[in-house]
């Protein structure tokens, strides 16, 4: 069973079609990166699945469950948090009152925020440090690192994260990158990133989908995507 399924999906906005009939299958434990130039449709794509577009045709399915009709709430129950792109924190709120913003569904039932409380934190210990102090007195990437932490609140299956390296130092890239890979290994969560710099992220990835135009054009393992001869003519340089 597909942790998550797009078949032959078109969606955009309003009269502009952006996706044009893609296909996507992400295996349940695998970290996947959605990749293309600027404008490709990468955003759009997770705008679809979680119903923030016009779907104009195709079907979105979680665990074979038909979800291109469910609203955002409902599909954080079923299991899917989606990060967006840019560090979206509550920066007058401490960093655990954000991680209980994240874990909303369980707000009332202490014993089981506290028990992924603890989760978080073994993933982002230096989230715990920091736990008292507020969001926007964090460095970027402690702040990225909140992000992150506040989708997990949720105890996702599926976890989108829209270009978690944005604006970070080389070193914190990495350090990011690490995290991302954790994530996966020790919750088994399956993580579908979009992201600019491969570089680092093609050697944690597992699989890669690569979209121009509003089509994906190429998917395999990242292992033989590096090597990929189109890769060199879609971006620009070339992955060690």
Not at 93 to 110: D, I, P, Q, S, Y
Not at 180 to 189: E, M, S
């Amino acid at each position: 069973m597909a942790m998550l399924e797009i078949k032959n999906l078109s969606a955009g906005y309003s009269d502009l079609t952006v996706l044009k009939n893609i296909n996507l299958k992400l295996e349940k434990g695998t970290i996947s990166v959605l990749m293309g130039p600027n404008g490709a449709g990468k955003s759009t794509v997770f705008k679809s699945i979680y119903g923030n577009t016009k779907i104009i045709g195709g079907e979105i399915f979680f665990k074979d469950k038909k979800v291109d009709t469910s609203s955002p709430h409902e599909l954080l129950k079923m299991g899917v948090a989606l990060m967006p792109q840019g560090r979206v924190n509550f920066g007058v709120l401490t960093v655990k009152e954000n991680l209980l913003m994240g874990a909303r569904l369980v707000r009332n039932n202490k014993p089981e925020f506290e028990s992924r409380l603890s989760r978080v934190y073994n993933q982002f210990p230096a989230l715990k440090t920091k736990e008292n102090e507020l969001a926007f007195s964090l460095s970027g990437g402690q702040q990225q690192m909140l992000a992150i932490a506040r989708a997990l609140m949720s105890s996702p299956e599926l976890l989108l994260l829209d270009e978690p390296s944005l604006g970070l130092s080389p070193k914190l890239v990495k350090e990011i990158f690490f995290h991302i890979k954790n994530i996966r290994d020790v919750l088994g969560t399956t993580i579908l990133v979009i992201e600019h710099n491969l570089k680092s992220l093609m050697s944690v990835a597992d699989y890669g989908f690569v979209l121009v135009q509003g089509e994906v054009i190429l998917h395999d393992k990242c292992a033989v995507l590096k090597d990929a001869k189109i890769m060199k003519e879609i971006f620009v340089g070339k992955f060690d």
